[in-house]
């Protein structure tokens, strides 16, 4: 029988963890590696959902995102909608992990309220929003106490984004801040008790130890955000539908209304391909990073 350093490769340790993968690997096989597989092979057919009813068109559905405007401008707005979602969404976060990490009042009771939007349903935040600006809405009330006239949020090809964006930073507010409190505690306190010794104010404590104690711990919360948000849907669902003139439109739910609404499922798959590949990349860049960091 084979050795391995010594000992027989099918000895009594690898008898009882293939016992115990075994049942995983079937489950992830089945629900996940199948999926994608069979994702894959749909972008490159054109029909129906079943493999009876679909034909091999080769790359002509990837041509086709290439040259449809529409994913272009669907690109742009994911684009412009992941940068302005994740930019604030870790410099709020970040600032007020490091408020809260000292002792404040009611320091329970603060973290508590900043990580409820994080557990709070998607869908139920995003009617709550549309309420909000909605036209006659609360928002437009309070403009109008100011003098400032009301603002179409949610018709208007400028402002309608803005809307999902401030709903998405909220959202994923509370679970930045917690990534970054446990950072922070990481981090030992002997360094800033040395580096006030040495005569550091508060800034200069937070770039030369916070920050670079952090660097880990940024790249998870950057990468885990950028995913986040890639794949938004329900409050584009719910608030905008996509309009006004496709300036919401994302790429998730591009590829549902692809699938979904125009049963175009061989050029939906090629559009969810694209949005796997680019899932992959950020996924492979922060393993690397973290690689490096050790």
């Not at 054109?46 to 559905?61: E, R, Y």
């Not at 604030?88 to 490091?98: D, G, K, R, T």
């Not at 709550?128 to 003098?147: C, E, K, M, S, Y």
């Not at 809307?163 to 002997?190: D, Y």
């Amino acid at each position: 029988m084979p050795k391995y350093y010594g000992k027989s490769w099918l000895d009594n340790d690898t008898v009882a963890a293939g016992i115990f993968l075994t049942p995983a690997l079937i489950l992830l096989g089945i629900f996940v590696i199948w999926p994608i597989a069979y994702l894959f092979y749909l972008s490159f057919t054109a029909g129906s959902f079943t493999l009876t009813g679909t034909h091999w068109v080769g790359w002509k559905n990837y041509w086709r995102l290439l040259q449809n405007p529409d994913f272009l401008q669907v690109i742009g707005n994911t684009v412009y909608f992941t940068v302005a979602t994740v930019i604030p969404s870790i410099i709020v976060a970040l600032a007020i992990a490091v408020l809260l990490n000292r002792t404040v009042a009611l320091q329970g009771i603060l973290r508590t309220a900043y990580f409820l939007p994080s557990i709070t349903s998607v869908v139920a935040a995003g009617l709550g929003f549309r309420w909000l600006f909605q036209t006659q809405g609360p928002i437009n009330a309070l403009l109008n106490i100011f003098g400032i006239p009301s603002v179409s949020w949610l018709g208007d090809t400028f402002w309608a984004m803005p809307v999902l964006i401030i709903m998405s930073v909220w959202k994923q507010l509370g679970f930045n801040m917690v990534v970054f409190l446990a950072g922070l505690q990481a981090i030992p306190s002997s360094r800033y008790e040395a580096a006030e010794l040495d005569g550091a104010n508060a800034w200069q404590q937070f770039w030369y130890i916070t920050l670079p104690g952090l660097r880990p711990t940024l790249v998870f919360a950057i990468i885990t955000t950028v995913i986040f948000t890639l794949r938004s849907f329900e409050q584009v669902y719910v608030i905008t539908g996509g309009g006004p003139l496709n300036s919401t439109n994302l790429l998730v739910y591009y590829i549902y209304q692809e699938a979904f609404g125009q049963f175009d499922f061989g050029y939906a798959a090629a559009a969810a391909t694209v949005l796997l590949a680019i899932a992959l990349i950020l996924v492979y860049l922060q393993l690397r990073t973290w690689g490096e960091e050790r």
